[in-house]
């Protein structure tokens, strides 16, 4: 009899686990869906999760990439937010009009995101930018500072601080120097080693290297297999000076209308150093800097770092 009540007690104790583990809630992130959407004659494609009634952040990724570098992001935020992440146009897998008839500048590239959000029906959001996405976002938030409620700051550069003088005079040439030299020169920086070597490995030490996927890469020379696809990027070179003559103009915004800003830096970053981190600090105080133990690609190397940074802060902030 006591035997048997002690297998009774056993049993009742097993079931009474696995009703507890059958009754667990565990916080899985909502799918990430791959959609495209037509604006003006093109398909722009854009990943997307997260409940439409939340905030919505919005991921602008820089060059060589696309979307595809905040895979691994888009779902540590996707239960707390809405996320968007598009592929800039002749990026990814968004349309890639050819450029002997269509010129790439950054104020074309803005103007589609800026109706692909339009088209999305999302009036205000959260601003992630990173490399390239600086300058489409930049212009994206000065036709209407106010659908900012946040910004989010990644190796995304608005103050020369950030440049080296070597830097600067790179952008410089490549807009102002016409020769076939320098379009041979801009054209070979678009090869499949500079994007390995001076890209994603430029910054990070031999022993990191199993750090950063050679998937985020891989990915991008895909889309960079044709002389068509790599010309975009030398157009998009050649129009990056004019952001460096921008810079007066985004900081005279960002001091006038003080967005709430979190900045996280790949401190490592050798192209994009940290002192234009620092820099942001002049004209916005009040930001919340982080410095990463990251490259220029922080987001892929320190995923789960910027992913709890972005969290605490949009929470500290209430935005939610």
């Not at 999305?120 to 036709?143: E, H, S, W």
């Not at 379009?183 to 678009?190: E, N, P, Q, R």
């Not at 006038?256 to 600090?281: C, M």
Request: aromatic share 12%; with cysteine.
């Amino acid at each position: 009899m006591k035997k048997l009540l002690i297998i009774t007690q056993v049993l009742l104790v097993i079931v009474g686990c696995n009703n507890d583990i059958s009754n667990k809630e565990y916080f899985l992130p909502p799918p990430t869906t791959y959609n495209y959407k037509e604006i003006n004659g093109v398909k722009l494609f854009y990943r997307e999760a997260g409940d439409l009634n939340k905030p919505t952040i919005v991921l602008l990724h820089g060059y060589p990439s696309s979307s595809h570098s905040y895979r691994n992001l888009i779902p540590m935020l996707a239960n707390n937010y809405h996320i968007i992440a598009p592929d800039n146009l002749g990026s990814g897998y968004s349309d890639h009009p050819n450029p002997d008839t269509t010129k790439y500048t950054f104020d074309l590239l803005a103007a589609y995101t800026e109706d692909l959000l339009e088209t999305l029906n999302i009036d205000d959001y959260i601003m992630y930018i990173q490399d390239f996405g600086a300058p489409v976002g930049y212009r994206m938030m000065m036709k209407n500072p106010k659908r900012i409620k946040a910004l989010i700051v990644q190796n995304a550069n608005a103050y020369l601080d950030g440049l080296t003088p070597k830097r600067q005079e790179f952008f410089k040439n490549a807009q102002q120097d016409t020769s076939q030299k320098e379009l041979d020169f801009l054209y070979s920086i678009t090869s499949k080693d500079v994007i390995i070597n001076k890209q994603y490995l430029f910054d990070i030490a031999p022993e990191n290297y199993k750090i950063q996927s050679p998937d985020a890469w891989t990915h991008d020379l895909s889309f960079l297999e044709s002389e068509s696809d790599r010309n975009i990027q030398v157009q998009l070179f050649q129009d990056y000076y004019t952001n460096l003559l921008s810079y007066p103009t985004w900081q005279k915004m960002l001091k006038e209308t003080q967005p709430k800003t979190l900045i996280v830096w790949g401190a490592k970053d050798l192209k994009f150093n940290a002192n234009g981190a620092k820099a942001y600090l002049r004209d916005l105080p009040n930001a919340e800097l982080h410095l990463l133990d990251a490259g220029h690609f922080a987001a892929e190397e320190k995923t789960r770092e910027v992913a709890e940074l972005i969290l605490k802060f949009l929470e500290k902030n209430k935005i939610k």
